[in-house]
């Protein structure tokens, strides 16, 4: 578990990029008007982590406390949650909700990629302005390399795991059938005992 | 016999402790943030930053700060209170007030903010005014502290939320010994080389000690009238944070 003022700092630190982000992005508070006053709770399943976003005039706060009643709670694992945040920002995609539990209303959401989808959401251009075309060309380089290792090792891993199971399905034993086995196993043991039993009780009354 | 207080380790009558307080607060204010910092490593902010998510501020909100200070409590309230919103900082010092005024000035955030020099005890305020009510490191300075619950709980609307965030005592006993040496000899140390003030350090030192311990101070809550009261212990409880309703 992470301790909660450490969270605390990561939460400050994460919000405070979003806002460097939508500053960066030119973004005016009219554009944030739609989306004023409505909470959004991330339940982050795999870290067993329930995060808010609150939105305000002129940014996003976020918080790991509890914030009372949300307008809509995805409940998902951090991956899937990406998934949707990406489709939330791409133009002309529609909402991805795979693997995603949702509760409250979706408008909520749909209102957040509109917001989204008019804003010039130019990462590249806001690190380039930041700090330079040289270092902003290595560093989207290199994240760009970094993020195309990393899906192809996922994809990689995947078909390995998948081939894998494929292959060896017929000698894995799966829990239910070593259960079978075992009670199989643990009848025959008696009914051995039972006639173990009775031949010696023969023997006796026979001599 | 007059009747007496504690202010710090020592009995003083009930009509000085007020006076000897804002003493204190008067020759720290202009060096607090700084001491804030420099004492507690930076984690006065996270402790902050921790209290404010746990009373859901929404835009529009009405708010009481107490004990308001140099305002660091009620500026990130207000940015999320946001333009419908507004935050009362309210303070007994004049000096402390003035400083959270020139920070709020040079930080250009006045709007949805005013100050009132006010006693915590008796709040200047109608009943049912405010939505949050907060008081941050400064209700072990105030005398009366079941009559200032009581003044928070009657400016609360129904259903509004007090939070009170005050040093209180480490659950853990060598935590508790490291805790006593810093408080006792760092601490006024420190407050001699960057504030010049060492007895006003000691002072805070031996008021964190008098302050009533976490479930104490959560009675002392219910008896006020708040309701779902509840404390979280951050840093291994050197600092508690309190929250309670009015139904």
């Known amino acids: 578990m992470i301790p909660r003022l450490m969270l605390a700092g990561l939460v400050a630190a994460s919000e405070q990029a979003i806002t460097a982000g939508m500053r960066a992005a030119d973004i005016q508070p009219e554009q944030l008007a739609p989306m004023v006053g409505k909470v959004l709770k991330l339940r982050i399943t795999d870290l067993d982590l329930d995060v808010w976003i609150v939105c305000g005039e002129s940014q996003w706060w976020l918080a790991t406390e509890s914030q009372e009643a949300a307008d809509v709670e995805l409940s998902g694992t951090l991956g899937s949650l990406v998934e949707t945040a990406r489709s939330l920002t791409q133009p002309n995609a529609p909402l991805i909700f795979e693997g995603l539990d949702i509760r409250g209303s979706v408008g909520v959401l749909q209102t957040m990629q509109k917001t989204f989808q008019a804003m010039d959401l130019d990462w590249e251009d806001a690190v380039t302005q930041a700090l330079g075309p040289m270092p902003a060309g290595l560093l989207i380089k290199t994240l760009r390399a970094a993020r195309t290792q990393w899906l192809t090792s996922r994809a990689s891993l995947k078909r390995q795991t998948e081939e894998f199971l494929r292959t060896e399905q017929k000698t894995l034993v799966t829990d239910t059938v070593f259960g079978e086995s075992e009670s199989r196993v643990t009848a025959l043991n008696r009914q051995i005992d039972r006639l173990d039993a009775r031949i010696k009780r023969l023997e006796a009354s026979h001599g | ?247």
């Not at chain 2, 419908?84 to 900082?89: A, D, K, M, Q, W």
Request: hydrophobic fraction near 40%; charged fraction near 25%.
């Open chain 2, 1 to 247: 016999m007059k009747e007496t207080t504690h202010f710090g380790f020592k009995e003083v009558p009930v009509d000085e402790k007020t006076y000897r307080v804002r003493e204190v607060f008067n020759s720290v204010a202009k060096r607090y943030d700084l001491m804030n910092d420099l004492m507690s490593a930076g984690l006065h902010r996270l402790w902050k930053r921790v209290a404010i998510e746990s009373i859901a501020i929404r835009s529009g909100m009405q708010i009481l700060d107490l004990a308001s200070g140099t305002g660091d409590l009620a500026r990130a309230m207000s940015r999320r209170a946001g333009s419908e919103g507004h935050v009362v900082l309210a303070d007994i010092n004049d000096q402390m007030l003035r400083v959270g005024r020139d920070r709020c000035i040079d930080h250009g955030e006045l709007k949805g903010l005013s100050w009132c020099q006010c006693d915590a005890e008796t709040l200047p305020y109608p009943d049912q005014s405010f939505d949050r009510v907060t008081i941050g490191f400064g209700l072990r300075n105030v005398t009366n502290k079941d009559a200032a619950l009581h003044e928070m709980h009657r400016v609360l609307k129904p259903g509004g939320r007090a939070l009170i965030l005050e040093f209180s005592t480490p659950v853990s006993a060598p935590l508790q010994q490291i805790y006593d040496v810093y408080s006792f000899s760092v601490l006024p140390t420190m407050g001699q080389l960057v504030a010049q003030d060492k007895e006003s350090y000691q002072y805070l030192a031996e008021s964190i000690r008098k302050h009533p311990n976490q479930e104490t101070l959560a009675e002392m809550m219910r008896q006020a009238g708040f309701e779902t009261v509840s404390y979280q212990n951050l840093t291994g409880g050197i600092v508690a944070m309190h929250t309670g309703v009015k139904s």
